[in-house]
């Protein structure tokens, strides 16, 4: 079953730090996203990127935001000056064909703590 | 704007019967909806999706029905079993401006009594 990787699957930072989240979609789908989940509450959207460009962002994904695909394989979340309120889990999923379906699938998350 | 909202936030089901789990949207533009189990402290689990240009989708042990006129979508799950104990939440996606809009609802827990 193909799945989709993150790492670091915990991070802890001092605020005002940089921080990059990295994750590996599944090798043939074209469609990656992020999204986060502050403890206790609902899974929020926060970017789509397809054809090496942002596709769609919400109004959370503000200048402090940035995703990268470096190479073939990496997609990467930056948040440039951690606030307090960026504490939550951040999920990376890829969407693509498996089989007959095209299915999103959710990477693991990475816990992000800001101290 | 899209608003998802779920009927119940904790459902309790006793092993073997079936569950029903709901939501609401509010966008009559949606055309995509998907299903998914989050089991605590992992990340979301697609479960199953339907499109607006069907009514009716099952799979294993899970059917989801979508009823487009009362902006309403069901997840039902076949013989609850303990290992399907899990916070369930739908996503509502849209396509708008060539670009496609998700919108999660907030869950409803699911808790099977052996």
């Known amino acids: 079953e193909p799945e989709v990787t993150q790492t670091p699957s915990h991070q802890v930072t001092q605020m005002g730090q940089e921080v990059i989240l990295r994750c590996v979609p599944i090798s043939n789908h074209l469609y990656f996203y992020w999204y986060r989940q502050i403890l206790g509450q609902k899974v929020e959207f926060l970017v789509s990127?397809?054809?090496?460009?942002?596709?769609?962002k919400s109004e959370i994904f503000d200048d402090q935001f940035s995703v990268e695909r470096p190479d073939g394989s990496n997609f990467t979340l930056k948040i440039r000056s951690t606030k307090l309120e960026d504490s939550a889990m951040y999920f990376c999923?890829?969407?693509?064909?498996?089989?007959?379906?095209?299915?999103?699938?959710f990477g693991p998350g990475t816990r992000l703590l800001v101290l | 704007g899209e608003s998802v909202g779920l009927h119940l936030p904790t459902l309790s089901v006793q092993e073997g019967d079936n569950s029903i789990i709901n939501c609401a949207y509010s966008n009559s533009a949606s055309d995509y909806f998907i299903w998914y189990k989050q089991e605590s402290g992992k990340g979301p689990q697609f479960i199953i999706d339907i499109r607006s240009n069907m009514d009716k989708r099952q799979g294993q042990r899970v059917t989801v029905l979508l009823n487009k006129t009362v902006k309403h979508l069901s997840l039902q799950i076949a013989a609850t079993q303990p290992g399907d104990s899990a916070v369930y939440f739908c996503a509502v996606l849209m396509n708008s401006g060539g670009y496609q809009k998700v919108t999660f609802g907030t869950g409803t827990k699911l808790q099977v009594i052996p």
């Open positions: 999923a890829s969407r693509g064909t498996s089989g007959a379906q095209e299915t999103q699938y």
């Open positions: 990127f397809y054809n090496n460009e942002i596709s769609e």
